[in-house]
């Protein structure tokens, strides 16, 4: 408890620090209190998430809206995909993709969200984990335990409709984008 407490005094010392409430949140998914992690989630997407949305729609300057390091986007959407709010971890990794679309690590948790979404979702989990290996080719990096990990989940996957073979990057449309229904339910639109 010594170790939520230093958290609580940091947030009592600056409310408006989010990543006091993302260790929270990561001290409450270890302890595997999803509750509590998510209300803590929550409270640090509220203090930066609107203003990142607002940078990419052109609404605000990059420079004032962004408290968190891309690292820490990067533990947020981990974190919001282990709470299984999937949406939320979409918003963040879309942002994360506009600023910098040559990371292996949110090309692959794009993939592994929709693919722990399941049935409907695997065409998404499928593009988005052919683009991590893209990706990963392409720039000669990646955690190789990532890389190994999107090469077992597409295998899993199996092939899509359009591709013949995973290892073809010619069915991937660069220009893709992950869109919302009127049902709320997350799609790849080529």
């Known amino acids: 408890m ?23 949140a990561s001290f409450f998914l270890i302890k595997q209190n999803k509750e509590e992690a998510n209300a803590e989630m929550q409270k640090s997407l509220s203090l930066w998430l609107p203003q990142l949305k607002a940078v990419m729609e052109g609404k605000s300057d990059v420079s004032e809206a962004i408290p968190l390091s891309y690292e820490s986007r990067i533990t947020a959407a981990k974190n ?57 080719s392409k720039t000669m990096s990646g955690d190789p335990e990532i890389v190994e990990h999107v090469e ?11 591709e013949d073979d995973s290892e073809n990057d010619e069915n991937i449309d660069d220009n893709c984008e992950f869109t919302s229904s009127d049902d709320d339910d997350t799609a790849a639109e080529c």
């Not at 077992?152 to 359009?162: Q, V, Y």
């Open 2 to 24: 010594e170790c939520v407490n230093s958290i609580s005094k940091a947030i009592d010392a600056d409310p408006t620090n989010p990543e006091s409430y993302q260790s929270k």
């Open 80 to 136: 919001l995909i282990e709470l299984e709010e999937y949406e939320s971890a979409w918003e963040v990794l879309e942002c994360l993709l506009n600023e910098n679309d040559q990371v292996v690590e949110v090309w692959y948790l794009s993939g592994f969200a929709n693919f722990l979404r399941g049935e409907g979702f695997e065409g998404n989990a499928r593009y988005y984990l052919n683009k991590a290996k893209k990706v990963a």
């Open 152 to 162: 077992e989940l597409l295998a899993e996957l199996g092939p899509g409709e359009m």
